[in-house]
């Protein structure tokens, strides 16, 4: 295939691909492989047809077709990076994943020994691909291909959850449900959610006799140590709303808050531990059940976990005092196979290369900045700026990612 016959391809899956608004959720958010093979193949026209750009480039490639498309599938580089700005601004992305939002932490107090550690959310608004704040929800994930969000309402629990179109901006419709809702999180393909119930507001803390941010000084805001109010969890059919609701009452060695996820098939639940083994799995009924092979040594706290052909795990923290860097290990055996840089492994961009917190060199924890790292190399491509201090108003924020 010649360099014409590569661009006239392309073009031709774009225009072919490009998902309608029309059709219903279950549509949107199932089409990630085909948004990845578009971006495939506009990459190969790009470069046989030697378009010199920057390392961030922005190359735009419309179908022609007068209809709304997404800010995340406009922009088809392979590195989006702004690291000038943090909290960032514009659109960051890198490979198959993008950051779909961030959030900020502040804490509203309820009376003068308890209060509620909120979170603020700027999510990617696909009309301009800027991030907008918004205090409309406590909690919110978002789907593969970054058309659609689930949100739950300020006051936690609550008792339905929001379908929002990300284009839009508007709540779909309301998946009503029967015990209070604290955390949600998708299945890898989309098509499911995982919805944490709890009895009381996870977020909730209280005044305690502690230096929790090391000032010096003590009478911190903490969360409640040794309980937790989680109940159990849904899982619910995203296209038709249906849910099933599974109780799990131990809440030995569990966090405060400590939501479910879906593990890399979507066909089982997980939830961390504050002790060994780190992670405990479920069925869908509650039921606990072993590790899947593939993810018997992943840790809950390491966000990155399997790479997406699954041969690959992230690990924890392995660096040395002088340095910032962490581990990549075999999934079977557990055994180390490379060190990457980064303090934090937050998600694979694709099958080598991931994106991480790094630290400052001759800094600290608190003064790092989301990069992309490959396996095998010394390379680091900054995405963002750095984060200062420990707080919101110093400059922390926490990224949400999703596949684009």
Same mark, same amino acid.
């Given at each position: 295939?010649?360099? #014409?016959?590569?661009?006239?391809?392309?073009?031709?899956?774009?225009?072919?691909?490009?998902?309608?608004?029309?059709?219903?959720?279950?549509?949107?958010?199932? &089409? &990630?492989?085909?948004?990845?093979?578009?971006?495939?193949?506009?990459?190969?026209?790009?470069?046989?047809?030697?378009?010199?750009?920057?390392?961030?480039?922005?190359?735009?490639?419309?179908?022609?077709?007068?209809?709304?498309?997404?800010?995340? #599938?406009?922009?088809?580089?392979?590195?989006?990076?702004?690291?000038?700005? &943090?909290?960032?601004?514009?659109?960051?992305?890198?490979?198959?994943?993008?950051?779909?939002?961030?959030?900020?932490?502040? /804490?509203?107090?309820?009376?003068?020994?308890?209060?509620?550690?909120?979170?603020?959310?700027?999510?990617?608004?696909?009309?301009?691909?800027?991030? !907008?704040?918004?205090?409309?929800?406590?909690?919110?994930?978002?789907?593969?291909?970054?058309?659609?969000?689930?949100?739950?309402?300020?006051?936690?629990?609550?008792?339905?959850?929001?379908?929002?179109?990300?284009?839009?901006?508007?709540?779909?419709?309301?998946?009503?449900?029967?015990?209070?809702?604290?955390?949600?999180?998708?299945?890898?393909?989309?098509?499911?959610?995982?919805?944490?119930?709890?009895?009381?507001?996870?977020?909730?803390?209280?005044?305690?006799?502690?230096?929790?941010?090391?000032?010096?000084?003590?009478?911190?805001?903490?969360?409640?140590?040794?309980?937790?109010?989680?109940?159990?969890?849904? !899982?619910?059919?995203?296209?038709?709303?249906?849910?099933?609701?599974?109780?799990?009452?131990?809440?030995?060695?569990? /966090?405060?808050?400590?939501?479910?996820?879906?593990?890399?098939?979507?066909?089982?639940?997980?939830?961390?531990?504050?002790?060994?083994?780190?992670?405990?799995?479920?069925?869908?009924?509650?039921?606990?059940?072993?590790?899947?092979?593939?993810?018997?040594?992943?840790?809950?706290?390491?966000?990155?976990?399997?790479?997406?052909?699954?041969?690959?795990?992230?690990?924890?923290?392995? =660096?040395?005092?002088? &340095?910032?860097?962490?581990?990549?290990?075999?999934?079977?055996?557990?055994?180390?196979?490379?060190?990457?840089? =980064?303090?934090?492994?937050?998600?694979?961009?694709?099958?080598?290369?991931?994106?991480?917190?790094?630290?400052?060199?001759?800094?600290?924890?608190?003064?790092?900045?989301?990069?992309?790292?490959?396996?095998?190399?010394?390379?680091?491509?900054?995405?963002? =700026?750095?984060?200062?201090?420990?707080?919101?108003?110093?400059?922390?924020?926490?990224?949400?990612?999703?596949?684009?």
């Amino acid at each position: 295939m010649n360099v #014409e016959e590569l661009v006239r391809e392309s073009l031709r899956e774009q225009a072919v691909e490009q998902p309608a608004l029309g059709p219903g959720f279950a549509d949107r958010v199932l &089409t &990630t492989r085909r948004r990845r093979r578009t971006r495939t193949f506009a990459s190969v026209a790009a470069a046989t047809a030697a378009v010199v750009a920057v390392a961030v480039a922005v190359p735009l490639l419309h179908s022609g077709e007068d209809r709304a498309r997404l800010a995340s #599938e406009m922009n088809l580089s392979d590195i989006i990076a702004h690291p000038g700005q &943090t909290p960032p601004r514009d659109l960051i992305a890198a490979g198959d994943t993008a950051l779909a939002a961030y959030y900020t932490r502040h /804490n509203v107090e309820q009376t003068a020994t308890r209060a509620v550690a909120t979170r603020t959310y700027h999510l990617l608004d696909q009309k301009t691909g800027k991030y !907008v704040k918004t205090t409309k929800w406590s909690v919110l994930a978002v789907a593969p291909g970054m058309r659609t969000a689930a949100v739950l309402e300020n006051e936690l629990p609550t008792r339905r959850i929001g379908v929002l179109d990300l284009l839009t901006g508007k709540v779909e419709r309301w998946i009503p449900v029967d015990r209070g809702v604290a955390g949600i999180e998708f299945s890898p393909d989309g098509s499911k959610l995982v919805a944490t119930t709890y009895a009381k507001n996870p977020d909730l803390i209280y005044k305690a006799d502690y230096d929790s941010d090391g000032d010096g000084k003590k009478n911190d805001w903490m969360p409640r140590f040794g309980e937790s109010d989680r109940t159990g969890f849904y !899982v619910i059919d995203v296209a038709s709303g249906k849910a099933s609701w599974a109780k799990v009452a131990e809440t030995k060695d569990v /966090n405060v808050r400590q939501d479910f996820a879906f593990d890399a098939d979507g066909k089982l639940v997980y939830s961390g531990l504050t002790t060994e083994p780190n992670d405990q799995y479920y069925d869908f009924e509650g039921h606990k059940v072993d590790k899947p092979a593939k993810e018997k040594y992943l840790h809950w706290f390491v966000d990155a976990r399997l790479s997406p052909n699954g041969k690959l795990a992230a690990g924890d923290f392995a =660096g040395g005092a002088k &340095t910032t860097a962490s581990a990549i290990n075999d999934p079977d055996t557990g055994k180390r196979l490379y060190k990457v840089h =980064g303090q934090q492994l937050l998600a694979w961009a694709d099958d080598k290369r991931l994106i991480a917190w790094d630290i400052a060199p001759g800094t600290n924890e608190f003064h790092n900045r989301l990069v992309l790292v490959t396996i095998g190399s010394d390379k680091v491509v900054p995405l963002s =700026g750095f984060r200062k201090g420990n707080d919101g108003a110093g400059g922390r924020w926490t990224p949400v990612f999703a596949e684009r």
